[in-house]
Structure formats: C-alpha cells, structure tokens
C-alpha cells in the first residue's frame, strides 16, 4: 500500500513541529507525517539556541519578527507556565559602551514603542539598580518581559503534544530527495497531499527540489557560548550590548540560563558546511566546496562587510578575547574568571544571491502542493507559535 499522509513537514525542529500542530488544529481529520533525521526532535537550531524568549524591540514594525515576537513571548511564556517547564523571567537591560551607541539605542527605542513592546528607557543610576554588575554610558533599555527557558525541555514538550495529538513523528527518517509525487526518505517514500519544508540547515536544497528558493542560499554560522564556571560574580539577568542594526546578529551578550548559570556569546563565525558543530562532524565534501567558495566570493567582493564580520568573529574562537568582549558589559575591575565551552549551534542564515545581503527578516515560498520555511533564524524560537499560523495561512490562501 502506498504510505499518502495528507501532510507531510520535514523537519522536527520547534518551526516543524508548530507547523504541524497548527495543522493538526485545523484539520483534525487528517493524516499528518513528520520527518525528523536525527534520533529525536530539536537536535540542531531549536535545541542549541540560547533559551532566550526576545520582548521584540530588536526589529522593524513592517517586519514580520515584529508582529510575532510579543506575541510569541507571551504565548510561549504561558506555555512553559501551564506545564511546569522552567523558565525565568529575569528580564534584559541593553547598555551603550559609548556615546556614539546612544542613536542605535533610541532607534531600539522607538521601535519598542512602534511594535507595543514594553520598554523602559532608565540612566546609568537606574541600571545601576536593576542590575549592579552592569556598565553603560549615558542611557541604558530595560525589557521586563525578556525571559529565558531550556529550548530542549520545550521542543520536548512540543514533540509530546504533537504525538499525542496524532502527529505520526518519525524519528531517523532523513529526506532523501523528489521523484515526481513522491518524496524519498532513508525509509521508504511517500506521496503526501501537501509538503511542508521546515528543514533548518537543510531547507534551501529541500526547496530547490521543488522549484523554490532560486535566489537564496543558506550560509551557515557557527554559535559559541562559554558557560561561567568561577570567579566574580556574573549578571543575574541578560545583559546585551547594542547591536548593529544593518547586522541579523546581536553581539556577544550575558544570557541568565533557566538551569541558574550564566553564559556568554555567541559568535558567529562562518562555518565550512552546514553542520559544521566540530571537528569533521556533519561533513560533506560538496557542501565545503559550495559554502567555502561562496564565503571566498563574499571576502573578495566584501559584501555585507563579510570581510571584517569574518575576521572579528575569528578571533572569537579565542577564550580570552570573547571574555574580554564580555566584560566591556560589566562595570570595571572584574577578573576573567573560568569558563568552559558550551555546545555549538549553526545559524542556518538565508542569503540573497541577487542582492548581495543577508536576509534580515523570516523568509518563506510555496505553491499549491508545497510551502518552505527558508529563513527561521532568531528569534523564531520565541516566534514559534504566531509564525506557524502565519505559515499555515499562507498554505490555505488566507490575506
């Protein structure tokens, strides 16, 4: 017997598996399959993330991370409440390291305002007071909404609702490719009524098999933290620095684990292949050639300014470099401390091979028997929930 889900997402990570279960939701009827390659879901992006759940003041109000980050929060905030996950609720104060931050730092402010975000502007005394250990200049941003939580015992949950709700979640079952119809995997094809594409790392060459993603390419990045083991104390909430705002990234920060540590980071260093975590893990020689020689392209033509993001974040393979970067957050004096490597995460960042520039906002193609997620990056984690019915309005045709 042919195996006909009605839907079929790949990819189990936290974007595939709230895809699915807004699926699920309206369409209860019918016969959902999802594909995860690895042993369980969340074993890339959606469980190496930094926990953090983003308040949504980082964005632009015509953007689309700006119309799901508060509401994400909140609803992602409930869902960890209502089920006794663990998160904590510390919230972020952004700070300036100088004068000439304090115009990205009002523009952070005003789009807070702009996307109905609740944000507090405070001087050096008031963060001073919300947070002793921290450093700015002239003016500082206090989000109270900002949160973090352990990704892994949420995509965990999100995993067990989904299955028991009748999502069929097949674990160790890569995709392997399209002939007409059907859809290869490592076990055996299928012929869905409808695929959806939520394969991270992996999304632009599922998408390419099915005629879509033509000017994009994912260029992936490598995630670092250092997890503070010894020496002074750290920063009982988030702290984060300004951020470029012509850049997806937003710098070397504090983050208040929901486990009660601290860390910091990430990088974002240019990685070799896609999943690219260590050593020679995830190799593919074809994937160094493409991405290697797309990353040589960007370094001559320095586009985006590739060429000074790559050798700054170069350095941060360095310890004692990203702690020094660290510590330009906290007030003067502090000693390095110890710290210890935490587990790498790939930043799986669509590129536009048309306009020369990364791709700063979610990103998604489909027609009327497939629909990819192309660009999922932060804070899609937070996003999760209004993302997936924005997903899956798009796949039914809705405004």
Known sequence: MPDTPDFLVIGGGIVGLTVARELRRRHPGSRIVLLEKEDRP????????????????????????????????????????????????????????????????????????????????????????????????????????????????????LAADAADAGIEIRTGTAYAGRGGDEILTSRGRLTPGFTVNAAGLHADRVARDFGFSERYRILPFKGLYLYHESGPAAPA????????????????HWTATAAGRAKIGPTAIPALWRENYGGLSGFRPLELLEIGWR?????????????????????????????????????????????????????????????????MDFRHEGDDRSHHVLNAVSPAFTCAFPFARHVVDAIEGAP
Request: aromatic content about 8%; proline content about 5%; some cysteine.
């Open 42 to 157: 969340g074993e890339h992006a959606s469980g190496r993330n930094s926990g953090v759940l983003h308040a949504g003041f980082y964005y632009t109000a015509d953007s689309l991370k700006a119309r799901f980050s508060r509401d994400g929060n909140r609803e992602l905030t409930e869902w960890c409440l209502e089920r006794g996950l663990r998160i904590r609720r510390c919230g972020k104060l952004v700070v300036t390291r100088s004068e000439a931050e304090l115009p990205a730092l009002e523009e952070l402010f005003r789009r807070a305002g702009a996307n109905g975000v609740e944000v507090e502007r405070v001087d050096e005394d008031g963060a001073r007071r919300l947070e002793p250990l921290a450093r700015t200049t002239g003016a500082a941003l206090w989000s109270p909404t900002t949160s973090t939580v352990d990704p892994a015992e949420v995509v965990a949950s």
């Open 237 to 252: 909430m988030h702290v984060y620095p300004v951020p470029r705002l012509d850049q997806p990234f937003l710098g070397v």
């Open 295 to 359: 990353e040589a392209g960007l370094w001559w033509r320095n586009e985006f300014g590739f060429r000074r993001l790559a050798v700054s974040e170069l350095r941060k393979y360095a310890k004692r470099h990203l702690v020094s970067l660290a510590l330009e957050l906290l007030r003067p004096g502090l000693a390095p401390g110890r710290w210890s490597w935490g587990r790498p995460g790939i930043r799986a960042q669509l590129f536009d091979l048309r306009a020369g520039r990364l791709e």
